[in-house]
């Protein structure tokens, strides 16, 4: 079982707009691009980067996704700070 996960993501206040971006996503464009442009959290500035952190650190449903999800997915999940569009890059 994985301890520390590494993502990115975008975090936006409606469901239209997060499900906007992650068919962007599909239709190939950049997660750091899109990220930078439309994400609310300090962390857009640096393409979405959260670096890599132990499970348990984020909240619950953050926390769920990074940790079952398919790694390099992009995943939408709803939280008390919004709609975040998750993208795990490995989990150790």
Not at 55 to 74: A, I, N, S, W, Y
């Amino acid at each position: 079982m994985a301890n520390t996960a590494h993502a990115l993501h975008i975090l936006v206040k409606h469901q239209t707009q997060a499900e906007d971006i992650l068919l962007q996503l599909k239709k190939g464009a950049k997660f750091q691009t899109l990220a930078k442009k439309y994400s609310t959290c300090p962390s857009g500035k640096k393409g979405g980067d959260l670096g890599e952190f132990k499970r348990g650190t984020m909240v619950p449903q953050f926390d769920k996704v990074c940790f079952t999800c398919e790694v390099l997915t992009p995943q939408l999940v709803k939280t008390k700070f919004g709609w975040h569009i998750i993208k795990v890059l490995y989990r150790t």
